[in-house]
Every structure is written in C-alpha cells, then in structure tokens.
C-alpha cells in the first residue's frame, strides 16, 4: 500500500497553498479593479485628509517628545493599516459566504485531499499576500507625498497587514458561521468596520475623544496597528510597554481568531 | 479473488439519536461496479461522504484501499473521485481552470496536470467549451465538467451521488456512455441512485438501502429474479376505482400492489393475466405489460416506491 500512502504526502504538505493558489486565480479575474484601487485609494485618501483637511488643522500634533509632526505623517500610518483592514473584510465576508454556500467551492476542496484547516489556512494566505501588496502600494504613494519622516516607516507595511490579519480571521471564523444570509455582512461593514475606522484615533489622537468612548480604541486591532505604525513612521512617542501591548494584542487575535475560524470550518465541513 | 477496495463493516453514522446510516456491511472489488439504490432520505448520501473519508463513522469499521480514513484521509481522498450530488464546480473560474485548480490540490505538478486537462476535456466532449465560463454551460455539460474534474488524479474509486439526477434523458445518455467507459477501463464506479433505469444500466451488483439499513443484495437480474416475478400487469380503472376492483381479482396473478394511480399485478405471464380480468369484465382504462424491474424490487421490499 506503499504507493497508496505517497499520494498523501504532497497534499499534507502544502495543501494550504494549492488553496492559496485558486483564491489568487479568483482574485485576478478583477486584478485591474484591485490595482486601480490600490494605487487610487491612497492618492485619494491622502490628498483629502493630508493635504486638504490638514490645512484646516490648527491645533498642533506633538510627537510625544516634544516635537511637532504634520498632520499628513499623523493621519498616513492609520490610512495604511485602514487599507488593510478594507482588504480583509472584502475578501473574507460576503466571498468566505458564497464559498460555503452559493458556489460551494470549500465543499468541492474538501473532497480532494485537503483538510479543513488547510482550506481555512489557504484563504487566509492569499488574504494576507493581497494585503501585503496593497500596503507596499499604498506605502509607495505614502513616500511620494513625503508622509513618511522615518525609514523604519517601511515596517509599517508589516504591521498593517497583520492588523488586517487580526481583524480578518475573526471575521471569517464568524462568515464560517452564517448559513443563512440575513445582510449580516453589510451589518459587519456598517457597525463594525466603519466605527473602528473613524474611532479607533485615525483621524485624531484616541485622547481627544471622551473617556467614556476611549474604549473603543483599546479593544480596536486598528487603534493598536495604527499607533505601532507612528512609532515607526514618525517615532511617536509612547511608552515601550505599550507598544508591546499594541504587537500582543494584535498576535493574540491573529490565532485566536485562525484557530477558531479553523474549527469552525472542520465542524462545518466535516459532517 | 483480489482484495476488495472497499470494505464496510457495520458501519455505523449516528447524529445525535437519529442513526442516519444503521450499521451496514459490503465490500466492493477492484473494477466492480457497486451501487447504493435507496430513496431519499435512506442514508446513500452519508454512506457516500463516509466512503469519501469527509465524514467520520460514529461506528463499525470502515477500509478504503486497505486503509483507515480516520488515520489516512488525505491518502484515501488522494486516490478518489468524487461526484457530488450537487455540482460544486467553481462558477466564477472557467471550465478549463476548474480542472487545473483541483488536480493542484491533489499535488500535481502544473505540466501534468495542464496536460490532462486537456485530455479529460475530450472526453467529456467540453474541449470546445475550455475557456467558456462554468455559468454558461447547460445541466448536463455541468456534470460531465464535473466527472472530468473527479478524474483529474487519476483516481482508483470514482464515488457518485446521484450523477443524472435533474438531467433530460438526453444528457443522461451522454454521461451513462461515459461512465460506462470509464467501467470498461477497469475504474471501480461507487454509485447512488433513485433510478432503477441508472443502477440497471450501471451497477455490476446493488444494495437496496431504506432507512439506513441494507433490505436486499445483488446483481440487478438476481434481485429481480429473488423479489420479483418475471413480468408486470399495470392496469388503470381510475383513482376512485382502483382499491375495489384490486379487492374483486385478489388472488390474480402471484401478488399484487395497489399504487394509488394504478394496480400492479405480478406473474410469469402478464398477457395471461389480462385475458382473466378480461373475461371477468373488467375492462381497464389502460393496460401495460412490462419486465420486472428493481422499483417492484424496491416496493417489494420496502412497500413503498422509489420515487415519492
């Protein structure tokens, strides 16, 4: 049976990439609308709110060290890690959706050699590589408007795409759930991912908001990936065990949230 | 005689109380051609996941190539074709990148699996459809897609749930041709049906499934010949009419079934049947003499049709 138990072998290896490989093959179908916005989100963004609404910013943003920073290098970290964010919710709300349910192709997969986990993992990894090229875009259009003071900047491209990682396999363990839809993945964009993006101190210092709203931001992965971002873009200055809370809070949702949207697909798939 | 591929022992799946598949036994021989013929509801389909090592028996013993698919399910599923009940193919990737897509999850390199593609596309008579979009392809050319794709590693066991049903006869035809080919290239073929006509067609041996459990055992002619007489005398005297003129020709014939739409009356000689009702006077509105087939099987042995 020797013969038998090599076929095995390649597929438990990397099962999760050849997953990987039909989500990018899917994902090219509207590479142009993927790039187009990758390039025309952050030239937007970054004309609107660093050039346009900075000119009206009077009071001054201080660094944390006693130095000031433009309003523009303020308002780019948090763009970036929105950015990724946005990637992660597309990709895994109403498309992890359709995949168990009106074109059923996890089903399909889990026929095949692959496991459960492994087609978790494989939409995970094509996730994560399009975040990561959405960033270094999105960084690139950064540089050009000269958002970016420090060059440990470019790690900012890291640190957005494991927020959007965060934030991302929570909401596909969730998507995994949902059997029927009832418009909960417009109800996920609307009272979730919007909120954090204006509240999670993007636009503005999370100390400015009243105390009682502050909370928002700590329990936001966006708050916490946006002001590891100025550390790096800017070297915003904050206490080095808080910054520290910012990487562990951001790691701790990424496997909680992969294990669980792990599970939740073998309970799903493995009837 | 070779090492049956597939051997179920009691095999067991329970969810919670309700035992969808109630500990049903039967081995399958390399190149065999073994259907599961049952109606809805029987179990044919989680028998099939768990043959397929997707799901998990919660009892008996389960071998699929000699292996264990609780320990060796990436292994078993490897060599394996699976034909879904419903098609899974990926609607929004066209027909040629359907095949691709699946042979890569198998692990095989690109060029191999490149090349037999186009092979598979041949022979399921899509090679003129390879870049339409799966959308676009008619119910029967979407099964084919899908046999092809379920033959894209080359598999030892092609499973099959259901493969015709929702097709017009037409289609049917089409893929029974190439299922059979597929037989006569020593493929062993695992089939579910509700088709009498399908598992008579396809099956080399049969077990008739109802309620989770195994009623009967055997080649198409064989059941026939156990549960069945050689010939049936359907005859129609109205929906109100039927149960008092089956009452007036008890004893006709060696048994006889009262279906609501019609009277089914079996014996060696249907013609012989029809002259005593005849000369009794009682003139059906329609009356047809036919060969047995494994729906009397199925109502023999369960009391109820196939089809409901």
Not at chain 1, 107 to 128: E, F
Not at chain 2, 211 to 224: T, V
Not at chain 2, 258 to 280: F, T, W
Request: aromatic share 8%; charged share 20%.
């Amino acid at each position: 049976m020797s013969d038998v138990t090599e076929t095995g072998i390649r597929p438990r290896r990397f099962g999760a990439w050849y997953v990987a490989e039909h989500r990018l093959l899917l994902m090219r179908a509207y590479g142009s609308t993927i790039l187009a916005t990758s390039i025309g989100n952050p030239l937007v963004y970054l004309f609107a709110l660093g050039v346009g609404l900075a000119s009206l910013v009077q009071a001054p943003l201080g660094d944390g060290r006693g130095g000031e920073v433009s309003y523009l290098a303020f308002v780019a970290p948090a763009l970036l890690a929105s950015a990724a964010v946005t990637v992660a919710s597309e990709e895994l709300t109403y498309p992890v959706l359709s995949a168990f349910k009106w074109n059923p192709v996890f089903v399909g997969a889990r026929s095949s050699p692959l496991s459960s986990a492994q087609i978790a993992d494989g939409v995970i990894i094509a996730v994560i590589l399009r975040m990561a090229v959405t960033c270094a875009i999105y960084f690139g259009v950064m540089l050009l408007f000269g958002a970016v003071p420090s060059p440990l900047g470019a790690l900012g491209i890291v640190t957005a795409t494991v927020t959007g990682l965060a934030v991302g396999v929570v909401i596909m363990a969730y998507t995994s759930t949902v059997t029927e839809d009832k418009g909960q993945m417009a109800i996920i964009q609307r009272f979730i991912i919007t909120p954090m993006f204006l509240f999670s101190g993007t636009f503005f210092p999370l100390a400015q908001l009243p105390g009682y709203l502050q909370w928002i931001g700590w329990i936001s992965p966006l708050w916490h990936g946006t002001e590891l971002g100025r550390v790096l873009a800017y070297g915003l200055n904050e206490p080095l065990w808080l910054s520290v809370i910012h990487v562990v809070f951001l790691l701790v949702l990424t496997v909680a949230g992969w294990r669980a949207a792990r599970i939740i697909m073998a309970r799903r798939l493995d009837k | 005689m070779p090492a049956p591929v597939i051997t179920a022992t009691s095999l067991t799946k329970k969810y919670k109380d309700f035992a969808a598949v109630d500990g049903i036994s039967f081995d399958v021989a390399p190149g065999e051609s073994f259907g599961l013929l049952g109606p809805n509801g029987a179990g044919k389909s989680t028998t099939m996941r768990m043959l397929g090592a997707v799901s998990t028996r919660t009892g008996g013993d389960l071998e699929i190539l000699g292996l264990d698919p609780d320990r060796y399910g990436p292994e078993i599923r490897s060599q394996l074709g699976v034909v879904p009940q419903a098609d899974n193919l990926d609607q929004e990737l066209r027909v040629r990148d359907n095949l691709i897509v699946y042979g890569r999850y198998f692990g095989i390199p690109r060029a191999v699996v490149a090349k037999r593609a186009d092979e598979l596309l041949e022979f399921a008579q899509l090679a003129d459809r390879a870049k339409a979009k799966v959308d676009d392809l008619s119910g029967g050319m979407k099964r084919r897609l899908t046999i092809a794709r379920a033959l894209v590693n080359e598999p030892k066991i092609l499973l099959l749930d259901e493969p015709t049903t929702g097709l017009d006869p037409q289609a049917r035809h089409i893929l029974w041709d190439r299922l059979f080919r597929l037989k006569e290239q020593g493929t062993t073929l695992v089939l579910t049906t509700h088709y009498m006509d399908e598992a008579e067609q396809l099956c080399d041996r049969l077990v008739v499934v109802d309620k989770g459990a195994i009623m009967a055992e055997g080649s198409p002619a064989e059941l026939i010949r156990l549960h069945s007489s050689r010939e049936v005398l359907e005859v129609r005297f109205g929906s109100d009419r039927n149960a008092v003129v089956a009452e007036q020709i008890a004893g006709v014939g060696d048994r006889i079934e009262v279906l609501p739409d019609r009277i089914l009356i079996y014996s060696s000689d249907g013609e012989a049947e029809l002259g005593h009702l005849l000369r009794q006077g009682l003139e059906p509105i329609t009356s047809l003499v036919r060969r047995s087939s494994l729906e009397d099987v199925f109502l023999r042995l369960t009391g109820r049709t196939l089809i409901e």
